[in-house]
């Protein structure tokens, strides 16, 4: 994105300019992620120019405007410091999931581990799909499982395979339980291919979810 365009993006649209006009939230990331501290102080000037809304504005219609503020923090942040720019926003529950989306778009070795440390330190006994820790196992998946996925250290994946088991332990539903099994595949390693063929799965939907689980670590592992 050119550096001019955020602004012009900013300042006109079908969006109140307080809720940033033209400007969509993948715009900041991939704009922060372009032009850096630079990108930074530019996102932070039009926040403060427009005076970006804080929370959601609902409507009669029921639609509904995003708050950019949030999300302008903790792109700034980002651009200014790098992953450890987020690290505070992670212990502040009003950015907390702003800083893990922002740290799943930068997909690195360092926001892994910025993910794997929040999660370390996290309860996944909450059935809400939306709650910070399953946000950020989620982005471990995401980061981890696929192809052309983050390459990370030995020790990276035994941490993540640490986690899923405690998320599997004290998941409360079965979509919680879902997730830790999926998120199994960045541990690439045979403690992770025991592990998933060790469960014993009485749940037809999980005993699907297997299937891919085992196919993707098999792949993976050194043959």
Not at 3 to 17: D, E, Q, R, V
Not at 19 to 26: F, K, R
Not at 76 to 101: E, K, M
Not at 192 to 197: C, N, T, Y
């Amino acid at each position: 994105m050119k550096f001019n365009a955020l602004a012009k993006k900013a300042a006109k649209g079908t969006a109140p300019l307080e809720h940033g006009g033209n400007v969509e939230v993948e715009d900041l990331i991939r704009f922060v992620l372009e032009h850096g501290a630079e990108g930074a102080a530019e996102i932070e000037r039009l926040c403060a120019l427009y005076r970006w809304r804080e929370e959601f504005q609902y409507n009669a219609d029921g639609t509904h405007f995003a708050p950019l503020a949030p999300w302008a923090q903790a792109c700034a942040a980002f651009g200014h410091q790098g992953v450890a720019g987020l690290l505070p926003l992670l212990s502040d529950p009003r950015l907390v999931t702003y800083a893990i989306s922002v740290l799943e778009d930068v997909r690195s070795e360092a926001s892994v581990a910025a993910l794997l440390a929040f999660c370390e330190r996290a309860d996944f006994s909450q059935d809400d799909p939306q709650s910070p820790p399953s946000r950020a196992l989620a982005a471990l998946n995401s980061l981890l499982s696929f192809e052309k996925g983050v390459v990370v250290p030995v020790a990276m994946q035994q941490a993540l395979l640490r986690l899923v088991q405690r998320a599997w332990q004290q998941a409360p539903s079965l979509r919680g339980r879902s997730l830790a099994l999926y998120a199994a595949r960045g541990a690439c390693m045979p403690e992770a291919l025991d592990w998933v063929q060790s469960l014993a799965l009485q749940d037809d939907e999980l005993a699907a979810a297997r299937t891919p689980v085992l196919k993707r670590l098999k792949a993976r592992l050194p043959r």
